[in-house]
Every structure is written in C-alpha cells, then in structure tokens.
C-alpha cells in the first residue's frame, strides 16, 4: 500500500451537482434556476414577508391605537376571595406563596387586591398592589396591608 491507492472510506464523499458547465452535465444553460424571473438573476434576494406580489399580512391587518410597553398587568383578587381562603385554611397571614398555592395566581403573576366582598377576621395580606377600598377593608379590622 502507497499513496497511489489510498481512496476516501465508501460514502464519506457526496458528488455535487456542477451547475453551469455545459448541456452536457445536465446543468448547463439555465443553470437549473428556470426561465426569466427574479429568482433566476444573479444577487436575488427576496425582502422578508414578501409574499409574491400579493399585499403582505403586516400591512392587510389594521392597525390603530398605542400599547404601551410598559405596562404592568395585575391579577386581580377580591377580598372576598382571601376570607375564604382564611377560613378554609385558618390563616392569619395570607403572602403570595399562599395565594400561589390556592391556585389563585401563577408564581410570576404580580398580585393586586381588589375590595369586592367583605372580611370577618383579621389578617395581615402581603401582595404587589391594593385599591383603597381593599385597604380600608383589611385595616378597618386591625389587620396589616403590605405592599412587597
């Protein structure tokens, strides 16, 4: 054995298609690109959300008014929702573990009381956000509104 024998492992090499060498290779001509067209000049290249001519999703869909990117999204939670859950659990400090693990809100959610509903028992509630009426409802029990 010599360099004059040494080959490439079986199926390791792939022969390319060689494109515009002639009619004779099968390639030749139009260089498998077609007829006429964008698609067969040289240094095409299609815009993104091109679709053909045809008037492009981004600009068929309406578009009006202002989202604004900062904006923070509460879940919002009742009162009458944590007095429940205080007598099913007899709580007297209801935080966002708690809340999380009654399934009232998602670990991410940022949580916001709400003062729909009435309480009967002091408790202390930690959460992102309260309205005032939900304040007052808490604190008009001597329980603790805390804001994380």
Same mark, same amino acid.
């Given at each position: 054995?010599?360099? !004059?024998?040494? #080959?490439?492992?079986?199926?390791? =090499?792939? @022969?390319?298609?060689? *494109?515009?060498?002639?009619?004779?290779?099968? +390639?030749?001509?139009?260089?498998?690109?077609?007829?006429?067209?964008?698609?067969?000049? !040289?240094? +095409? !290249? #299609?815009?993104?959300?091109?679709?053909?001519?045809?008037?492009?999703?981004?600009?068929?869909?309406?578009?009006?008014?202002?989202?604004?990117?900062?904006?923070?999204? +509460?879940?919002? *939670?009742?009162?009458?929702?944590?007095?429940?859950? $205080?007598?099913?659990? &007899?709580? &007297?400090?209801?935080?966002?573990?708690?809340? =999380? &693990?009654?399934?009232?809100?998602? #670990?991410?959610?940022? =949580?916001? *009381?709400?003062?729909?509903?009435?309480?009967?028992?002091?408790?202390? =509630?930690?959460?992102?956000?309260?309205? $005032?009426?939900? #304040?007052?409802?808490?604190?008009?029990?001597?329980? @603790? $509104? *805390?804001?994380?």
């Amino acid at each position: 054995m010599d360099l !004059s024998n040494l #080959k490439p492992a079986e199926g390791s =090499v792939k @022969q390319r298609k060689r *494109i515009g060498r002639g009619q004779g290779s099968g +390639y030749g001509g139009t260089s498998t690109r077609g007829h006429k067209g964008a698609k067969s000049r !040289s240094g +095409y !290249s #299609k815009k993104i959300g091109f679709e053909g001519g045809q008037m492009p999703l981004q600009r068929r869909v309406p578009k009006f008014g202002f989202t604004n990117f900062r904006r923070k999204a +509460y879940k919002g *939670i009742n009162v009458e929702a944590l007095q429940a859950l $205080a007598d099913k659990e &007899n709580l &007297n400090v209801i935080d966002l573990n708690t809340i =999380v &693990n009654a399934g009232l809100a998602k #670990k991410k959610d940022l =949580v916001k *009381i709400l003062g729909n509903g009435t309480l009967t028992r002091k408790v202390e =509630v930690k959460a992102h956000a309260f309205t $005032a009426s939900a #304040k007052k409802a808490i604190e008009s029990l001597d329980g @603790q $509104a *805390i804001t994380i």
